[in-house]
């Protein structure tokens, strides 16, 4: 589906996302990055992805870009990697609020670059790598949100993705997910 994938965070989403995509063979190339050398270790004895231990390299050459980080990591992640962002690719995430997201995504004047938020309703009460698992969105919703400027064909790219990953796909305005889900 996808030349190359990367995976900023991998947390409990971030590590089911990387186990749901290499089981599905989604990716011929995955690269992964966390800021917690911890969890760095963990990634390097339990996965065969490139472990990166440099965000802006995690996303070079990439045609997908997932920010799987806490809301609050975002401004400083996206600083890091808009260098190495691949043109025509997509950027997504997986937080909770959008609307303040796609204004600082907006502020930094990203161009050919298709950002389109992702909020999977998934999750489980434990956290961390070791917690995550390939069927976590099985069966859950992943909403989508995305302006009117982006590209009919990178929305069903991403749309297929998380159908692939087992969720069902809803998409929204950044405002109305925010209303009906923040």
Known sequence: MF????????GLIGSS???????????????VYDKSNKVLEYLKKNFTAD?????????????????SAPLS????????IKPNLKEESILTDTGSAKKEVNKIVNNLGLKNIAWI??????GTEYSGPAAGFSSL????????????????????????????????????????????LS
């Open 17 to 31: 996302i990387l186990r749901a995509t290499q089981e599905k063979k989604l990716a011929t190339k995955i690269s």
């Open 117 to 122: 938020a992702s909020h999977p309703i998934a």
């Open 73 to 80: 990591s975002y401004k400083e992640i996206l600083l890091s």
């Open 137 to 180: 969105f099985k069966n859950r919703w992943c909403i989508l949100s995305a302006d009117n400027k982006v590209a009919k064909d990178k929305l069903e790219i991403l749309e297929k993705f998380w159908s692939k990953l087992g969720s069902k796909v809803k998409v929204m305005s950044f405002e109305d997910h925010d209303y009906v």
């Open 51 to 67: 472990i990166c231990s440099n965000v802006s390299e995690t996303t070079k050459d990439a045609d997908l870009t997932i920010i």
């Open 3 to 10: 030349r190359k994938i990367s995976i900023i965070g991998c």
